[in-house]
């Protein structure tokens, strides 16, 4: 089955730096790679994902790559604010599940930090 | 609250009792989801339905059994449970829209078993 590595556990930024959060994968069948941000407390929301006929996907201040010959895919924060404080994961999918489902295995988390 | 819900948002419980936790989705969406996430490790998938079918049972054991009698509603049938099995158990749902198979999360139910 498919395994996501993510990296770092932990990262502190000062606000107005960048964030980067890096994840491989082992499947080279997986095609879609969401990223979540999950605030203490809360629960997981989607903030980008990316499909793998596209290398680059960018949404205001977040950008996340792709490089399939590599497996690994990563997401970047420009420009943090202290709201983007939260655990961030990864996740990877291969399989299709049927009708509207994709089973998503995820990576540990990265828990950001940014400091005012 | 809107989106996904779930009930009790949190429970405690002994090993022998039996105990069943809900999910409800107002999204109109085909797909629905069981994952356990514990301290320090990664969000695991549980169950998957797809149109009222489960396609996914990712080797958990049978003290958890998933019911899903509609589209909108999900249930996680929990008895022997073991004090390992304590977690925040979250529901999700999904519809594919366009390149996106956004996972829509509940609060989730914190479970405490003693």
């Known amino acids: 089955g498919e395994n996501v590595e993510q990296h770092p556990s932990t990262l502190s930024v000062q606000e107005g730096d960048s964030a980067v959060i890096k994840c491989t994968y082992s499947?080279?069948?997986?095609?879609?790679f969401p990223w979540y941000k999950q605030e203490l407390g809360k629960r997981p929301q989607l903030i980008i994902d990316?499909?793998?006929?596209?290398g680059e996907k960018k949404d205001q201040r977040i950008a996340v790559t792709l490089n399939k010959t590599a497996k690994h895919f990563s997401l970047h924060i420009t420009e943090t604010q202290p709201e983007d404080s939260a655990v961030y994961f990864c996740?990877?999918?291969?399989?299709?599940?049927?009708?509207?489902?994709?089973?998503?295995?995820f990576g540990k988390g990265t828990k950001l930090s940014v400091i005012p | 609250e809107t989106g996904v819900t779930q009930t009790p948002r949190h429970l405690v419980m002994g090993m022998t009792n039996k105990k069943s936790l809900k999910c409800e989705q107002h999204?109109?969406?085909?797909?629905m989801y069981w994952y356990k996430q514990s301290a320090k490790k990664p969000l695991e998938l549980m169950f998957v339905?797809?149109?009222?079918?489960?396609?996914e049972n990712n080797s958990v054991p049978s003290r958890f059994s998933p019911e899903c009698p509609n589209s909108s509603h999900l249930f996680l049938h929990l008895h022997t449970l073991q004090p390992e099995d304590s977690a925040l158990y979250l529901c999700?749902?999904?519809?594919?829209?366009?390149?996106?198979?956004?996972?829509?999360f509940g609060p989730g139910t914190r479970l405490t078993v003693t």
């Open positions: 999204l109109g969406h085909n797909a």
């Open positions: 339905y797809s149109l009222e079918e489960r396609v």
């Open positions: 499947d080279s069948a997986s095609n879609y």
């Open positions: 999700a749902s999904s519809q594919e829209e366009g390149s996106s198979y956004e996972q829509y």
């Open positions: 990316i499909r793998s006929n596209v």
């Open positions: 996740a990877a999918s291969s399989a299709y599940s049927g009708a509207g489902s994709y089973q998503l295995t």
